[in-house]
């Protein structure tokens, strides 16, 4: 049976379930974006142009194998075969296609992918971005409790528009938090999946919460922990904005290998010129979730 969905403005086409995507009528071969099937996956790539401990890459292939749950090609922007193996859940399947493997397929239909978070404001698209285990999720979950609407979590794509100001894609409307996140945001854990088992992460689907039209960037917020006492907004002055970008890349290290270097380069260097980065310094020892949200809010209605 083949099942159809719609993320980051593309239309699947699956022969897998993913009840994290939103669903989608059949509809014509030649409206299809991307492919999602079963089949056999080679154990590497003839001449990767890079590697990684659990990945090759070549201009139009992206190989991700992973022990104990599969392997999954990633072709010419508009294909995924994975060749599962046999003890490995549907879940587990999923958890790494949604993450690095549509990472890599993003980066192959030359969009720029952001290592964030983001919400739909009056402005235009928040994002916020950082380091795993920032607080990109927990704090995208305190600003959904607020009454935004979600656009992504983790995974953000970016293309252009016309005028080469950037636009943020719609992810799909799910968001995944740890136990310790989970209980800040008195949200209760019962009759959530694990996004792993032996994980004390939980998927939360939100589809009433959920933008899913594009939306023009207004602003990024940089989360990481600092040795300080201080809870701060400082704006990035536009010399620093393009560094920044450039190192919250999501799966950067996926670049090269696809040859994607001089249109990413374009692509970051068009968001810095059209878009406030802001970098929140904020104590290492203290998320101070509440506080960190309402000078979010205050700064965003200053904009």
């Not at 669903?23 to 999602?36: A, E, T, Y």
């Not at 305190?142 to 935004?148: A, L, N, Q, S, V």
């Not at 979600?150 to 799909?172: I, N, R």
Request: charged residues 20%; contains cysteine.
């Amino acid at each position: 049976m083949t099942h159809y969905y719609r993320a980051y403005g593309l239309n699947f086409s699956s022969e897998w379930q993913f009840p994290e995507l939103p669903v989608q009528d059949p509809m014509p071969d030649s409206q299809i974006d991307v492919h999602i099937r079963a089949g056999a996956v080679p154990e590497s790539l003839d001449n990767p142009t890079s590697s990684g401990v659990l990945y090759e890459a070549s201009a139009d292939l992206f190989l991700l194998n992973l022990q104990g749950i599969g392997r999954y090609l990633i072709r010419n922007g508009d294909e995924i075969i994975i060749e599962r193996c046999a003890d490995a859940s549907d879940n587990d399947v999923r958890v790494f296609l949604l993450g690095s493997g549509f990472g890599a397929l993003l980066h192959q239909r030359q969009l720029l992918v952001i290592h964030a978070g983001a919400i739909y404001s009056e402005h235009g698209a928040v994002l916020f971005s950082g380091p795993s285990g920032a607080g990109k999720s927990t704090l995208l979950g305190e600003m959904i409790r607020r009454g935004y609407n979600m656009m992504v979590d983790d995974v953000c794509a970016v293309t252009l528009d016309s005028d080469e100001k950037p636009l943020v894609l719609p992810g799909y409307p799910r968001t995944r938090l740890w136990a310790d996140s989970a209980e800040k945001l008195e949200v209760s854990t019962d009759g959530l999946q694990k996004t792993r088992p032996t994980l004390e992460k939980y998927e939360r689907q939100l589809p009433d919460q959920f933008h899913a039209s594009n939306a023009q960037m207004h602003r990024i917020y940089l989360l990481n922990s600092h040795n300080t006492d201080k809870l701060e907004l400082e704006p990035l002055p536009a010399i620093n904005t393009f560094a920044a970008v450039l190192h919250n890349t999501y799966r950067n290290s996926f670049l090269e290998g696809l040859e994607m270097r001089e249109t990413h380069f374009a692509m970051v260097s068009a968001l810095a010129t059209n878009v406030s980065v802001v970098k929140v310094v904020r104590p290492s020892g203290s998320f101070r979730l509440t506080e960190l949200a309402d000078l979010i809010e205050a700064d965003l209605h200053t904009a």
